[in-house]
C-alpha cells in the first residue's frame, strides 16, 4: 500500500507520527508531501519551519512543550543578533535550528534544489517516512494588510508570529505559485498512490499552498486514490493555532462542516471522499463526502494511530 500525505505545521508534523506507525503494522510506503509558503530567509539563512517540524518531530529532537524547534535548545546566537539590533528580532531562531539552516543554505547555494537538500537532511534524522516539499521553487505565503497607513503585503510569518494575526488582512497570496513546478517525486507519487490524506493541518495557509501548485490539486482531484481528510477544527475551535482567524479571511464558517465543505467532494468538483470529525462534532454533513466521527485529540501517538487507522477504514 502506498500512502501520501499532504502536510504542514505542527498539527500536521504529529499526525505523521500516527501515520509512520500504522504503515509499519500494515507495511505500507508513506510519502509526505509538504507546505513551503511558511519558507523564508532570516540572516541570510534559508528556514523551513515545516519541513523542519516534520524531520524533528519524526526524528525525536523536537521540543514537545513549545511544538515547535530542537529539544534541549540554546539562544546564544539569538542573544547576539539582539545585541547588534539585527533584525528580525520576533522570529527566534536557537542554536540547534540554526545548524539544520546553515547546512541547508550552503547546499542551496551550492546549486542543489530544495528536494535533494531535504533527502540529505533525512538522512541524519531518518524520519521513517519519504518526505518531500511541494515544490523547489519559490513558493510564499504573504498576508495582503493596512499597516502603519499603507496597504501592502507581508511575509505570512511576519503576519503570524510578529503580529499574532492581529493585523487586519483580507487576503492571503501565495507568492509564485503561478510559475511553480512539482518537486521531483511529488507527482509520480500521487499518481502511484492508494491512499491520499490531508492532515489536520491549517487548510489556508497550511494545506491550500500544496494546492496551489500548478497540477497538485487536479492531481489529488483527479487520481485513482481515495482522499480522506481529518479536521484541524473540533467543536468550533481549531486544535492549536489561530486557524480561525485565517478562516475568517476567506468566510468560512470555523467547523468541521466548513473545513470540510472547504475542501469539498469529489463528486462535487472538491477533493474528499472521507472525512474525519471529532465526536463532538458528530452529525456533520458534507456533500458527497462519507463522514465519520472519531477522537481527533493527538494525545500521544497510539491515540493518534487509531485515528490514522480509522481514516484508513473510509478507503
Known sequence: MRIVVLTGGIGGARFLLGVRAYAREVGAE???VVNVGDDLYLHGLKVCPDLDSVLYTLGGGADPERGW?????????KQELAAYGAEPG???LGDKDVATHLVRTTMINAGYPLS???EALAARWQPGVRLLPATDDRLETHAVVDLDGERRAIHFQEWWVRYRAGVPTDRFVFVGADTAKPAPGVA???AAADVVLVAP????????PVLAVPGLRDAVATGPARVVGVSPIIGGAPVRGMADRCLEVLDVECSAAGVGRLYGGRREGGLLDGWLVAPEDDGVAVP???VRA????????????????AAMELV
Open 201 to 208: 493541518s491549517n487548510p489556508v495557509v497550511s494545506i491550500a
Open 294 to 309: 472519531v477522537p481527533l485529540r493527538m494525545t500521544d501517538e497510539a491515540a493518534t494511530t487509531a485515528m490514522v487507522r
Open 288 to 290: 458527497g463526502v462519507t
Open 69 to 77: 524547534g530542537r529539544v534541549g535548545e540554546s539562544w546564544t546566537i
Open 90 to 92: 520576533w522570529f527566534s
Open 116 to 118: 535533494q537538500v531535504t
Open 30 to 32: 508513506v510519502t509526505a
Open 188 to 190: 509520480e507519487a500521487l
